[in-house]
């Protein structure tokens, strides 16, 4: 049986089994990663009919908490973290033939269900989507989660109806990986855009290039202000949550839309009703783990015509398996900028 490397998140044994969690990187094989999915209920659990050979996968936000045994991602232990996966297709019992390469985002990966931050995948096939020809798999997995959600935000707008013409659009949290790829792909689709950072200094210029018109402090929305304020956005993506989407959404014009992807700032919303009884405004909430496959090919189409991949590439970097801890930190200390690769090798 073939061995992989994979970061391994783990529960010390203290406190009845429930102690600190710690992430580790090991040597597996395919029999720990077939012991996490057959503990589902027949039938009720995820079809995982697919083995990946995963070549990328990337740190988000949640492999950050991941990664740094902080609660609220990890489900189950011991779990391999990695909520994408993106590599090349060994066996499928389902619509997948060998070597297709292939990427998944969020459906359990890296939360319930063993993820990618190792060198193999056992996934639900149906969730996966094929790579775009036009695009690598190192360019895939760039995209990732972040990505895909990005993606799923641009489109809650336009299905809101929300146009160019309707007025300018915030991105918050505009230097990380959603809120950067948020940033390019409202403008490639023509939308004026503001980009909020706490990085005014360092990340005005990265953020102009990726097409906004006008980079904001975000200490301009993070305390509580008053619940109407005057009206400057026609729709907002907000990756931070907290006080800054509840300024954001009483700063939203007549019947603008604000699709509330993070919460990076704080999971609070203390706000008032009057934006959404007064100005008709919505609340669009983007779930990027639950998307069904449907979903997932459309918002995949898109990203496939929509992204820039020499900005792409610009906003992405990419470190070794081993790397994965460390870069977790820089995350969470806010000191990374756009995605991380992981290129997982070996
Ligand atoms: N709903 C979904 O399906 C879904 C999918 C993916 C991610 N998410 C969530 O979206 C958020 C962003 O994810 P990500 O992977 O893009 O993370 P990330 O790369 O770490 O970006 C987060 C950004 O938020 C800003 N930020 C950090 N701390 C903040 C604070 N205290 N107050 C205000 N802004 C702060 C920073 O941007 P600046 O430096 O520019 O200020 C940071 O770069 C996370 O909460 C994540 O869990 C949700």
């Known amino acids: 049986m073939q061995s992989f490397p994979a970061w391994v998140v783990r529960r010390a044994e203290s406190d009845g089994g429930r102690g600190a969690a710690t992430a580790s990187l090991e040597t597996l094989d395919s029999d720990f990663l077939d012991g996490l999915s057959s503990d589902d209920d027949a039938g009720s659990g995820p079809m995982i009919d697919t083995v990946v050979r995963v070549e990328y996968s990337s740190v988000n936000y949640k492999d950050a908490l991941a990664l740094t045994g902080r609660p609220g991602v990890v489900r189950r232990w011991p779990l391999v973290p990695g909520i994408d996966a993106t590599g090349v297709v060994i ?95 409202l403008a490639h689709a023509g939308f004026e855009v503001t980009a909020s950072t706490g990085r005014v200094a360092t990340q005005s210029a990265f953020l102009t290039e990726l097409g906004a018109t006008d980079v904001i402090d975000r200490a301009e929305l993070a305390e509580a202000g008053k619940p109407m304020q005057t009206q400057r956005w026609a729709a907002v993506v907000d990756a931070v949550g907290g006080p800054t989407l509840v300024n954001a959404v009483a700063q939203l014009r007549h019947g603008g839309v604000a699709a509330a992807c993070g919460l990076a700032q704080s999971a609070d919303y203390v706000g008032t009703v009057l934006p959404y009884i007064l100005r008709g405004v919505t609340l669009a909430g983007i779930n990027s783990v639950e998307a069904s496959g449907e979903e997932r090919r459309a918002a995949w189409d ?28 820089r995350v969470l200390a806010g000191g990374v900028r756009g995605r991380t690769v992981v290129e997982i090798g070996g």
């Open 302 to 329: 898109r990203l496939e015509s929509d992204v820039d991949l020499r900005l792409l590439d610009g906003l992405t970097s990419v470190v070794p398996l081993s790397a994965a801890r460390e870069v977790a930190d």
């Open 91 to 185: 066996e499928s019992h389902g619509p997948w033939r060998p070597g297709d390469v292939v990427t998944l985002n969020g459906a359990g990966l890296g939360e319930s269900l063993h993820g990618g931050l190792a060198g193999r995948a056992h996934v639900e096939g149906s969730r996966l989507v094929a790579v775009p020809p036009t695009m690598s798999a190192r360019q895939a997995a760039a995209i990732g989660t972040a990505g895909f959600t990005a993606m799923l935000s641009v489109l809650a707008i336009e299905r809101h109806g929300v146009t160019p013409q309707d007025g300018p659009v915030l991105v918050t949290g505009a230097s990380g990986g959603v809120g950067s790829i948020a940033v390019s792909l």
